[in-house]
């Protein structure tokens, strides 16, 4: 057994400990957020927070996660008001919106360390993380737009 | 149409014969009358060959060159770099996706090492892993340098982590992250030799003086 936190609740898993994370958490426990791109961390679609940090959890056997908490784009706000959520919306940035969780959840993890980021530092940040609509200039808009609704 | 070749042709034959009298023979070969083996393709020469070289001196500068094989492949300059990002394959192409060293050499806040490698290899994702994977710092770069450049950094306080000589010997010899170099996975070509070899190598090169081969020498 397999215990860890989900966006805030214990779970309790019996799976084979070198299941990706990313199967746990769309395939066990139904949290389809997450999505699948490519499978070997090279396009950021499938990123959630370990314990605040970034891992891409197609790549991250489950047992990584033992006793840690897992943070999905369900549980990155109860209500969809994180202000990247926020900023999302009110910059219109998804297209396809396919690559976009993982694009929020790993800005996420650049606001939660920097709050203020420059343009710099949200290229390096979410150079992994791939939009084949091509969504990143509304990107970068919106986690500027979101540092300063965290302002307000 | 024969003719206007001939020009270039004569060149590059000066150019070869130049480059073929200037040189420097590889210095195992040349030292105390020492004569050693070829290493295999792929392997290291055994430490133990070494002591044929009399002079402790010479025989101190053969073990680094030695070593230094290793040092140079890929599996190991790789994640040496002289900037802030890594590089990957036989050709040292630019880390893809293009991610930064960081503060503390494990990348930023969204793309840091761990938030792709594992503590393993993950042959179906063909994702590089092993425990702490993380990128040399800058003082420790190997890209771009020779052997004796390398060997003055690693002996230096200042650009070997603060490492004595004795605990150079142990990273080589043990350290976990190293160790990948000879087991790096889907197909990868490994370092050569074995980690035990490079550990008894440099064991021996420290125990004979530590000395750093001449400048251009090169394996």
């Known amino acids: ?29 139904g949290l389809t957020g997450t999505k699948y791109g490519c499978g070997q961390a090279q396009c950021g679609a499938c990123t ?46 998804p297209q396809c919106g396919f690559c976009q969780a993982g694009q929020i959840m790993t800005a996420a993890a650049l606001l939660a360390s920097n709050p203020k980021p420059r343009d710099a530092d949200i290229e390096r940040c979410l150079a992994g993380n791939i939009c084949r609509c091509g969504t990143y200039t509304r990107i970068r808009a919106a986690v500027k737009r979101a540092a300063q609704i965290s302002e307000e | 149409m024969r003719e206007p070749r001939a020009a270039p042709v004569l060149v590059v034959a000066v150019i070869a014969l130049a480059c073929g009298c200037t040189r420097r023979q590889p210095e195992t070969t040349s030292k105390g009358g020492a004569s050693l083996s070829q290493a295999s393709s792929g392997g290291l020469r055994r430490p133990e060959e070494f002591a044929q070289i009399a002079d402790r001196a010479a025989r101190s500068r053969a073990l680094f060159l030695e070593a230094s094989r290793v040092f140079l492949h890929p599996r190991c300059v790789n994640c040496h770099p002289n900037g802030d990002t890594p590089h990957q394959g036989m ?33 179906l994702a063909r994702v590089p892993g092993a425990p702490d994977w993380h990128l040399a710092p800058r003082a420790m770069a190997w890209v771009g340098k020779n ?56 064991a021996d090169w420290v125990a004979s003086g530590a000395e750093c081969p001449n400048e251009g020498a090169t394996p």
Request: with cysteine.
């Open chain 2, 91 to 123: 050709d040292l192409s630019v880390h893809d996706p293009p991610v930064v060293r960081g503060p503390d050499d494990k990348g930023v806040a969204g793309v840091q090492c761990s938030s792709c490698h594992q503590d393993h290899n993950l042959e």
């Open chain 1, 48 to 93: 959630v927070h370990l314990d605040g940090e970034v891992v891409r959890s197609c790549v991250t056997p489950v047992r990584r996660a033992a006793g840690r908490a897992v943070t999905t784009i369900e549980g990155l706000s109860p209500d969809g008001s994180h202000p990247l959520q926020r900023a999302w919306c009110d910059l219109a940035v």
């Open chain 1, 1 to 29: 057994m397999i215990m860890l936190k989900v966006n805030g609740e214990a779970r309790e898993l019996d799976v084979d400990p070198e299941m990706p994370l990313l199967w746990v958490l769309r395939d066990v426990l």
């Open chain 2, 147 to 202: 052997p004796r450049e390398i060997c003055e950094q690693m002996k230096d306080p200042a650009r070997n982590g603060g490492r004595t000589l004795a605990q150079i010997v142990d990273h080589n010899a043990h350290d976990r992250l190293v160790a990948w170099g000879w087991n790096p996975g889907h197909g990868r070509e490994p370092a050569p030799g074995t980690q035990e070899q490079l550990g008894q190598l440099v």
